[in-house]
């Protein structure tokens, strides 16, 4: 599982934020429920070079599926099907995002998902913190794979930080940055998840919800129809747009997504978490090594103490 850099043993690490997330938090493995889980396992094994980790069945008859790079998991794909497909309009998942450590490694899964004919290209965007490729896998999860530009070369003014979406040329981009190793086995290069970007029903609800409960902080909060929040100055951790789903209420039972997982680093940054729920008179679950709630539109968010094994993600 993935997890954020822990205080070395010995070390002084600061007291946990009553009001904020941790700078060191990781976004872990999006969790989606599919109608047809060999064909998504099939297409995130293709398109994006992931490889299976992990698989267990319930005795509810779901099967679990974690896939991802190395022993990185990138997502778990819950076979539920009979379920109403994703409906863009509806609440939940607008993309989740993979981050890659170079634009090569970049590069080469961009040439993956574009071969597979069941990718769905939906563009490019030169975000000035990024350059990023979005498709959509076959039963409609958005998807972004993204290389952030060094953090230097960021622009923040009062707080926030400036991002925009200029076109990025996906054949000038392969023809400049693509290398022949990640072009025949882009899944030997490591990614994670870099971030989750998420359709609600208003802005302000979100920012109640994510930013003055749950702890991130503002980014991006001028951008029309949309927030984008993070925590240690990265450029966004979650996102939030009402573009196709403007006054969606909870979210009916369907396929698509399931689970935002995040970790944070010690039990006392999910101490201060249960606090500010229980300030809010929000429900949650806390299992010891992890907390979860769901958010105003029936998205359940799980945070987690590092070190969450891939069994544990199956029994979520």
Do not use: C
């Not at 870099?194 to 902080?217: K, M, N, P, S």
């Not at 806390?286 to 544990?312: A, K, N």
Request: hydrophobic fraction near 40%; charged fraction near 20%; charge should be negative.
């Amino acid at each position: 599982m993935t997890s954020s850099p822990t205080t070395a043993p010995g070390s002084h690490r600061p007291a946990a934020d009553e009001r904020h997330l941790p700078d060191d938090l990781a976004m872990d493995a999006v969790t989606l429920r599919v109608g047809d889980l060999e064909l998504m396992s099939s297409y995130y094994e293709n398109a994006l070079a992931l490889t299976p980790i992990e698989e267990q069945a319930k005795v509810n008859g779901e099967v679990h599926r974690v896939l991802g790079r190395g022993t990185v998991p990138f997502v778990r794909l819950i076979a539920t099907p009979g379920l109403p497909a994703v409906d863009p309009r509806q609440a939940g998942l607008f993309h989740t995002a993979f981050l890659f450590e170079d634009q090569a490694a970049l590069a080469g899964t961009v040439l993956r998902a574009a071969q597979d004919p069941r990718s769905r290209f939906a563009g490019t965007g030169d975000h000035l913190v990024s350059e990023a490729f979005y498709f959509a896998d076959p039963e409609g999860n958005g998807i972004e794979l993204y290389w952030d530009r060094p953090r230097d070369q960021w622009q923040w003014t009062n707080g926030q930080v400036a991002m925009d979406t200029l076109f990025l040329d996906p054949n000038t981009y392969l023809s400049e940055h693509l290398t022949e190793d990640v072009a025949t086995q882009p899944g030997l290069r490591p990614g994670i998840v870099g971030h989750v970007h998420l359709q609600v029903g208003d802005v302000e609800t979100a920012r109640r919800f994510y930013i003055d409960t749950l702890g991130f902080e503002t980014t991006v909060g001028t951008h029309p129809g949309a927030l984008f929040a993070a925590a240690g100055g990265y450029h966004h951790h979650v996102a939030m747009n009402t573009w196709n789903s403007r006054g969606a209420g909870p979210r009916a039972a369907g396929l698509g997504l399931a689970d935002v997982a995040i970790t944070v680093p010690a039990r006392e940054d999910l101490d201060a978490l249960t606090a500010r729920l229980t300030a809010a008179g929000l429900d949650f679950a806390d299992e010891g090594r992890s907390v979860s709630v769901t958010d105003p539109w029936g998205t359940p968010v799980t945070l987690s103490l590092p070190g969450t094994s891939t069994e544990e993600l199956l029994t979520r």
